[in-house]
């Protein structure tokens, strides 16, 4: 994330804004943060049974369902800074509790969770103040697991605006040795740590922004465009991004980032 705490605020925010107004788009077009998910859950210990986990992020529900058929006894709350998101999650009720917060200021008693699981939701935050939370919460013995995505994440498309305009298509992402030092930092102990790059592939540059922006990931900050691009930009663009097409399609790249850890 940008350094600036008046940056972070105003990406927190208009991150707020575009995940509350893609709450109804976001399942059709999240191939990605399924998978992501998916593999976060497959990489928690497998001797840990908790009895009360915090889905941080929880989106429209989907971490809160696998969480849910895996540890059956537990009791979920599933937390959301995005209303509208929070409204579907609750629909579906895969958690016994739906709360509107973010990940930097939790309102759960210290020294409760079992396991705080959060994919996806970190890089929209400072990520030291949303450990440190999560550091407040876990009772000792407790485990982090945190899903986020790394710089390269849609580098084909910063690749393709590159000198197109002075703004930002892309915002910037932690890397991992970054946030291993605010795990440590936060008084976390880092037991796993792995970036693994996932290429996906779509047959264009529309289906590309439409799903970014069908999942509320088209915030990029307060540079952002707030205009159109021309029709000349756009071709520029288009044109740029299909130099990289392959046999599958246009590429679109993300670094996957995982860490678990345990509050000693």
Same mark, same amino acid.
């Given at each position: ?45 497998? #001797?840990? *049974?908790? $009895?009360?986990?915090?889905?941080? &992020? ?8 696998? !969480? %849910? +058929? ?85 580098? #084909?498309? *910063?690749? $393709?605006?590159?000198?197109?305009? &002075? ?8 890397? !991992? %040795? +970054? ?86």
């Amino acid at each position: 994330m940008k350094s600036s705490r008046s940056s972070e605020a105003s990406v927190v925010a208009l991150a707020r804004s575009a995940f509350d107004r893609a709450a109804t788009s976001y399942d059709a077009a999240a191939e990605f943060q399924c998978l992501i998910c998916d593999r976060l859950v497959g990489l928690l210990p497998h #001797e840990i *049974e908790p $009895a009360l986990i915090a889905d941080l &992020g929880c989106g429209t529900g989907y971490t809160s369902r696998v !969480l %849910a +058929s895996r540890y059956l006894r537990a009791e979920i709350l599933a937390i959301d800074f995005a209303p509208s998101m929070l409204d579907l999650a609750r629909s579906r009720a895969d958690a016994e509790h739906w709360i509107g917060a973010d990940l930097q200021h939790l309102p759960l008693r210290a020294n409760t969770v079992d396991l705080a699981c959060s994919s996806l939701a970190l890089q929209w935050c400072d990520p030291a103040q949303a450990f440190a939370e999560a550091a407040r919460i876990l009772r000792p013995g407790g485990v982090l697991a945190i899903a986020s995505v790394g710089p390269g994440t849609l580098g #084909e498309l *910063e690749h $393709a605006f590159a000198g197109i305009d &002075g703004h930002d298509h892309v915002i910037e992402f932690s890397d !991992l %040795a +970054s946030l291993e030092a605010r795990v440590s930092a936060a008084g976390l102990r880092l037991t796993q740590a792995l970036e693994e790059p996932l290429t996906l592939h779509r047959p264009n540059l529309h289906s590309i922004v439409r799903e970014l922006k069908a999942i509320g990931a088209n915030t990029v900050g307060p540079r952002r465009r707030r205009g159109m691009l021309s029709r000349a930009g756009w071709q520029a663009v288009e044109q740029r991004y299909e130099s990289l097409r392959g046999a599958a399609g246009l590429p679109v790249t993300y670094a996957a980032l995982y860490l678990i850890a345990t509050r000693p």
